[in-house]
Nanobody, 115 residues
Framework: QVQLVESGGGLVQPGGSLRLSCAASGVIFTFGPTSWYRQAPGEQRELVAAITAGAATNYADSVKGRFTISTDNVKNTAHLQMNSLKPEDTAVYYC?????????WGRGTQVTVSS
């Protein structure tokens, strides 16, 4: 059974940084693609960043140069380093993996960027 648990969200001032983590059971991150999505109130869930099994990365234009996705194959954890945060980054952030055509999601972690 695949379980994903996100952590590391919180309240941060504009310009600040947060590092999100996603711990997994039942799946190995480095065996396939891993993604971070976010959903703001009243908005659709959107892809923020993705990393393939070969460590190729892809980012939404709105976060390029500010966010970095990575996986730790020792701890089997995925991370999203978020720098230079803006109020428009406020959302619930979700970890996602797709294995054998099935989407798995965590419950999300709230990120609020406000002064």
């Amino acid at each position: 059974q695949v379980q994903l648990v996100e952590s590391g969200g919180g309240l941060v001032q504009p310009g600040g940084s947060l590092r999100l983590s996603c711990a997994a059971s039942g799946v190995i991150f480095t065996f396939g693609p891993t993604s971070w999505y976010r959903q703001a109130p009243g908005e659709q869930r959107e892809l923020v960043a993705a990393i393939t099994a070969g460590a190729a990365t892809n980012y939404a234009d709105s976060v390029k140069g500010r966010f970095t996705i990575s996986t730790d194959n020792v701890k089997n954890t995925a991370h999203l380093q978020m720098n230079s945060l803006k109020p428009e980054d406020t959302a619930v952030y979700y970890c996602n993996v797709v294995r054998s055509g099935v989407n798995y999601w965590g419950r999300g972690t709230q990120v609020t960027v406000s002064s």
